[in-house]
């Protein structure tokens, strides 16, 4: 560590690696979660050196815990929860303590714009970069047109860079292949949604964690991915009237540790489990059926895929015991406030959407939706990926429109001021995967990849790499480090991060925060809109009527054009100004123009958002992802009632075998975000968790002779992983590894020697409606290697 | 009674569908989605033959040259490659698919006819699965068009 990064925690945050979810605060069903402050200030930094408190948001997970940054003489010195804030109520975890500030402000922060000379990325001034961006941008423009452009973004900046972004690319441009990493971390969360409720909006929020009396987490290590709302369930659990805790998840993480029901399913199998849990809320007379006739469509097609599904066929393909699925089933048919939390245990894993779709059934069926304590969490992965669902920045079309509707498009275009020709709406939007098999095939020719690292996050690497490395294809990567995918690119932007640059971003629970500057951005380093801004400048995009496509100065600008295309929509922002958000810590939409209060809870009234003029899509066949079209849709006559869908169990498509014969999952350790860009910088959470491990239950390791610490080669069809062993509560049959570590920090050539990342593993494979590449079933052997340590 | 020639025409279009949807799948392997259900819809294919193979051993089976075909849906032949053969094969998939769908639609018509509970339940499992794979063939040929039709080298 150089000085300017050497920090140590001081008071009482300092144990927070090992104590990962602080002290507990039990409280009963129904009264306030209790405040608790967590601070952190760097060493030799006291509470009254502080300049200045910044007010911010927490972006190291999709939780959007509330806080403020302590500046000092112009440097981030710090970082507290805020207590006004109902996310958090002064908490934060491990990453906000360690890396949100630390892993800002390191040595090796890109500061100058770097472009490729001789096969070498030499630094340059933004001028020359930017003018070699535009130079091949314009030149594939006129030689093939738009469809020669893709956008592949994150989830991590914020809101308006997001908009900015959707606006150059479906305005200026008109290119359907946009996308963020947001495929990969929330994609279902939205398509399930979409799926059943018509369009994208979370129904629930975290203050039902404190009015529920049964809490089903399907997928979802909430102890590791989002470790504040962790700690209030923790809380619920050590108070008075517990909830009863039902958990699905290969692995025994804490939270199933925690559980009454632990499901320890075979990787990519959940479908069939969900199915046995509907069957059984059906058959034992558990559903409301009033509540289903007044307000759902789909109950028949429901029950014939659930029928199939009793408690021991389930067994028998999941592996796990009949008695657990009925219990699991009798407790969410029989409690009187359940929630539902899901995440990439179902996201990431086979028939995602269709999977998650049962978890909205299960509630629709039991009317246990808007109310407090009954309610579901389709979570999401990064903090800001709620932003890119809504702006379009993911190829969706901005304020949940419907690519369908040509009313829809019609909106955007004469908000836009161009023909709505222009604005690609002839098939659903690109997806990553697909984007970037396009690049792979040479039609798409220009990539532009913001504030993501796919050559360590998608699936099957040493084919990403290959298609980075591609020299027909002009890569341009905009980020805060020189990442595995940024040295593979052409142009490489520096970009500024949080607490150098102001904006907005939305948590899982529709939950608004500002994030306002703190300090300058090293070097040249630029804020990411203030880059889309002087792209579309220098690429003279124009409205009809002549006046430049952005005319904004900064953030305040684009947020207030937002605002505008969010008017009237399920996601209306017209209500929430930047002085709002400077006064209240978070609000939730929708908060129309003139509403000073929001509403916290969707669907309370059960009038869902499948109206055909307003909905945000009219469906899909969730096996195949086929489209159902506005005539079929629009002759069902949904108009406010919600869907109950279903697909046939199909099971993982490379299921083990003699050659391959384990199941292999990937997942997250609680010290690390992503590709480990920020956390790794910090110096306690890269202690905690230097480098890559795999987990194998203890009779897979007996059965080789394999103990902790020994060395293994993990091997797929497509790659091989090098790591020691940890023998783990994992189900028999299965090897986890996490995804956190690329290359960044190891040896030249490692990738080849002693690989450490969990994709060079992962396969091709994507759910038919969301998209979302399969990371968590795939087949793979298990060998001793003798390596140096 | 002529039905059993409408049966045996329509067992030989879904055997023949089925093969496409597999030769489709291990042509365009690089292309998973299209790969995996492919493969997936082939087996939708297998699953209705055997079933109308039940109602074949009552009715009975055409005689070998009793309506001569002019129409020959002998299937893909030789799998294209590349964006366009991709597009080019799921449009020849999408045509059998479709005269498989018109087919079971008449078999459904006599079977009206005819009273036939039994075939009327296998007919309507039938169109609901074809409908489906028809909309997921158009939905994946509209997606790929554009790119293959203009930007592809």
Redesign the interface.
């Known amino acids: 560590m150089t000085d300017e990064g050497t920090t140590v925690t001081t008071g009482a945050a300092r144990g927070r690696v090992r104590d990962v979810w602080g002290h507990r605060t039990p409280f009963g069903r129904g009264d306030r979660w209790p405040d608790r402050a967590d601070q952190l200030l760097a060493e030799g930094i006291a509470e009254e050196d502080v300049d200045r408190w910044v007010r911010s948001a927490c972006a190291l997970c999709s939780n959007g815990c509330g806080c403020d940054i302590a500046v000092k003489d112009g440097r981030m010195v710090g970082i507290r929860g805020r207590i006004d804030d109902a996310i958090n109520h002064g908490r934060l975890g491990p990453k906000g303590l360690y890396a949100s500030w630390q892993g800002m402000e390191h040595h090796d922060r890109l500061t100058t714009p770097l472009v490729r000379r001789d096969g070498e990325l030499v630094p340059a001034s933004w001028d020359e970069a930017m003018a070699m961006i535009v130079e091949r941008s314009r030149a594939l423009l006129d030689e ?2 738009p ?2 452009h893709g956008f592949y973004t994150s989830g991590q900046l914020f809101l308006e860079e997001y908009y900015a972004l959707a606006v150059i690319g479906k305005a200026g441009i008109g290119t ?1 292949h946009m996308d963020g990493n947001t495929r990969l971390c929330t994609a279902t969360a939205a398509s399930s949604l979409k799926e059943t409720f018509g369009a994208d909006g979370q129904p629930g929020c975290y203050e039902d964690i404190d009015e529920c009396d049964a809490l089903f987490l399907f997928g979802h290590n909430m102890a590791a991915t989002q470790t504040v709302l962790w700690s209030r369930v923790l809380d619920r659990l050590d108070g008075p009237e517990p909830p009863v805790l039902v958990v699905v998840d290969p692995r025994e993480t804490p939270v199933a540790k925690r559980a009454v029901v632990h499901l320890a399913v075979n990787p990519g199998t959940n479908l069939a489990l969900m199915l046995a849990l509907v069957h059984e809320v059906l058959a034992n007379g558990w559903a409301d059926d009033a509540y289903v006739t007044a307000h759902t469509l789909g109950l028949d097609a429901l029950r014939r895929e659930a029928e199939q599904w009793s408690p021991e066929r389930a067994a028998e393909v999941c592996g796990v015991a009949a008695s657990d699925i009925r219990e699991a089933a009798r407790i969410f048919g029989t409690s009187e406030r359940v929630l539902s939390t899901v995440l990439q245990g179902f996201y990431q894993s086979s028939q995602a959407t269709a999977a998650s779709c049962q978890v909205n059934n299960l509630h629709l069926l039991r009317g246990m939706i808007g109310r407090p304590g009954a309610g579901i969490l389709q979570m999401n992965g990064q903090p800001t990926a709620q932003n890119n669902r809504e702006t379009g920045a993911d190829g969706d079309l901005p304020g949940f429109r419907n690519w369908e509707n040509p009313d829809h498009v019609a909106e955007l275009a004469r908000l836009w001021g161009v023909d709505p020709l222009v604005i690609p709406h ?3 939007p ?1 997806h990553a ?2 984007l970037f ?2 690049v792979e ?4 020719r220009f990539l532009w990849i913001s504030a993501t690292n796919p050559a360590v996050s998608l699936p099957q690497l040493s084919r990403i790499r290959d298609i980075l490395a591609k020299p027909e294809t002009f890569v341009v990567v905009q980020d805060l480090f020189l990442t595995e995918t940024a040295e593979l690119a052409d142009v490489v932007l520096p970009a500024a991060g949080w607490g150098e640059k102001t904006g907005t971003f939305t948590n899982a629970t529709r939950t608004v925060h500002l994030s306002e500057q703190a300090v300058e951005p090293p070097g040249e380093a630029r804020a990411d809109l203030d880059i889309f801004l002087d792209y579309a400048r220098r690429m003279d995009f124009r409205r009809d009527d002549g006046r430049p496509l952005l005319e904004w100065a900064g953030p305040d600008d684009a947020y207030r054009a937002w605002q505008e295309c969010s008017r009237g929509r399920p996601c209306d922002y017209t209500g929430i100004s930047y002085d709002d958000l400077r006064r209240e810590s978070g609000i939730q939409w929708p908060r129309r123009e003139g509403e000073t209060t929001s509403i916290r809870r969707l669907y309370a009234d059960a009038d869902f958002p499948t109206y055909p003029e307003y909905c945000e899509t009219y469906g899909h ?1 969730l ?7 506005e005539q079929a849709f629009s002759a069902q006559r949904p108009d406010g009632r919600a869907f109950l869908k279903a697909a046939a169990y ?1 099971g993982p ?1 490379e299921p083990p075998d003699d050659g391959y014969p384990l199941r292999f999952t990937t997942g997250r350790s609680v010290y690390h975000f992503h590709t480990r860009t920020k956390t790794a910088r910090s110096p306690e959470l890269d202690a905690a968790a230097p480098s890559v491990w795999v987990e194998l239950a203890e009779a897979d390791a007996a059965a080789r002779g394999l103990g902790d610490g020994d060395m293994v080669e993990v091997r797929s069809r497509r790659g091989r992983l090098v790591a020691p062993v940890r023998v783990t509560g994992i189900r028999p049959g299965t090897v986890f590894a996490p995804f956190h570590y690329g290359y960044w920090d190891a040896p030249e050539s490692a990738e080849q020697r002693r690989p450490t990342a969990a994709n060079e593993l992962t ?4 759910d ?1 409606v969301s998209k979302q590449p399969v990371f968590k079933t795939a087949a793979v052997r298990v060998t001793r290697v003798e390596v140096e340590r | 009674m002529k039905l059993p020639v409408y049966l045996s025409l329509l067992a030989g279009s879904e055997q023949t569908l089925a093969d496409s949807y597999r030769q489709v799948a291990e042509a365009h392997g ?4 299209v790969h ?2 492919c493969l ?2 082939a087996t939708q294919c297998d699953a209705r033959r055997e079933r109308l193979a039940a109602v074949i051993a009552r009715y009975g089976a055409a005689p070998a040259d009793d309506e001569p075909e002019r129409l020959h849906t002998q299937g893909l032949g030789e799998p294209r490659t ?2 366009l053969g991709l597009l080019r094969d799921l449009q020849d998939v999408y045509l059998l698919a479709s005269f498989a769908d018109v087919t079971w639609m008449m078999v459904k018509q006599a079977a009206q006819a005819l009273r036939d509970v039994e075939l009327l339940d296998l007919v309507a499992d039938s169109e609901r699965d074809i409908e ?2 028809l ?2 063939l ?2 994946r040929m ?2 790929a ?3 293959a039709l ?4």
């Open positions: 093939v047109g469809l020669s359907p002839w098939a659903p690109t995967m697909q098999r396009y095939q040479g039609s798409i066949d096996a195949t992802g086929a489209d159902v079209g199909s498509h396969i091709t494979e994507w038919p | 690089d292309e998973p989605d995996f259900l997936t819809l590349g964006p489906v794979q909309r997921w158009q939905s509209k997606q068009a554009p790119q203009i930007a592809a080298r």
